[in-house]
């Protein structure tokens, strides 16, 4: 629901860094929760797509390319406009497993350690954009590694399954 609130302007709606309207190509971008925006060493931004059927990685297609960009690029552009931070220093990563199931895009400063921004969790956007232009299926096909506490729910179910 905080998702929902923020797109519909019912939450947060100050905080916005920077919105591209489209339902389909669109997205919000905000500060994370997580980032006082006092200093720029810890920036840590998300950008959070106005599309509601996309729930993670692997929902995603090759028909989902324009989103993808326009994240990429408008999400750069807005950071080193209202931060001065140049896309050079960024790291831009979707996570699977996600936190929440709304595709939604971090923005952190590349020298933070930022939570989740580890190779086990993290996949780079410009990645995902080049591994679905080669194959629009690409996130169904793969296989994907993510990282488990051992009090998460999922892991308990891996373990009921024998999966573990």
């Known amino acids: 629901q905080w998702v929902y609130n923020i797109l519909e302007k019912k939450a947060e709606a ?3 860094v920077h ?6 190509n669109g997205f919000v971008l905000v500060p994370d929760l997580k980032w006082n925006q006092n200093q720029l ?20 297609t090759a028909q989902h390319l324009p989103l993808l ?3 990429l690029q408008e999400g750069k552009e807005a950071i080193v406009k209202r931060f001065g931070v140049p896309g050079s220093q960024l790291r831009i990563y979707l996570h699977y497993q996600p ?12 020298g933070y350690d930022a939570p989740g921004s580890s190779v086990e969790r993290a996949h780079l956007l410009a990645d995902v954009i080049d591994n679905l232009a080669m194959d629009s299926m690409y996130y169904q096909k793969r296989a994907l590694t ?9 892991f308990k179910k891996f373990q009921e399954a024998g999966k573990v």
């Open 146 to 154: 993510f990282p488990l506490r051992a009090d998460e729910p999922l």
């Open 99 to 110: 936190s929440y199931y709304h595709l939604h895009v971090h923005f952190t400063a590349l």
């Open 14 to 16: 100050d905080r916005i």
């Open 41 to 60: 060493e810890d920036l840590y931004l998300i950008a959070l797509v106005h599309c509601r059927d996309i729930k993670s990685l692997r929902d995603l």
């Open 19 to 24: 919105e591209n309207p489209d339902p389909s």
């Open 69 to 71: 960009r326009n994240v």
